[in-house]
């Protein structure tokens, strides 16, 4: 063989390696898609009005999954639970948490209660739901400590059937858990001490602690791992405040334990639907922002 094919023999096969590390060098650098979702609260009206619409609107938006807030005996927003799942996964969104609940229930109607939790679990279930969330407590879990260990024992025992079947249950806050003192203490921290890490997660909401005068980035150092989710929410779109340091907390993510952040609007400066896409665009664009 001549010199002059070994060569051009050489040359061809460095020119392919290096077409090869210059790929590989920019999927590697290539931005991961952030996985953000939304709590459907943030455009009830719109969903009472157009299910199949509204949903439609949101995944052009760029969510990619969202969490509901319409469960009723068995249906979701109306629907059978698999047909909302279908609903979402035909607009590029999975359907992956929702908001339900029900207030402690008494020793008399423990077992009612607690078969309302069975039904409303099977039918999050299936439609492959990771988590449900309640989203507030009665004023039981205010008044007293007894109260609140109620509520707490409670807990522990839906976030046992919840992990039997397999998905999460955890608990949303407003600010009235952290400006509420029952002996000496933040209702919000007795939740954390009371309630089983293994049973029951917390959804922090990242407004309503602020809104309580507290710091998220406290409660990440003290109670590390309890805050699975995000609730992303500020006084009105996301970001339009510019009063919550939102690189400061996502900084701390992984000492949350969080895994999901949710985007919540429940104030708005445009059209709710208007609202949640300029709240995703905020977060789309800041580079703190790490939900892969």
Known sequence: MSIKRISLKVLFFAGVAAFLFQGFALYKNAPKEKVIGLQLYSVRDDMKKDVPGTIAAVGKMGYKFVEAAGYNDGKIYGMDPVAFKNLCEKNGMEFWGAHVGQAVPTEKNWDKTMAWWDVCIAAHKSAGAKWVVQPSMNKVGYESLDGLKRYCKYFNAVGEKCNAAGIRFGYHNHSHEFTTILEGKPVYDWMLELTDAKKVMFEMDLYWIIEGDKKPCDYFEKYPGRFELFHIKDAEEVGASGKIDFAA?????????????????EKYNFTPLESCKKSIEFLQAAD???LY
């Open 288 to 290: 703190y922002v790490d």
């Open 249 to 265: 907390i996502f900084a701390q993510r992984k000492k949350a334990g969080a895994k999901y952040g949710i985007v919540e609007v």
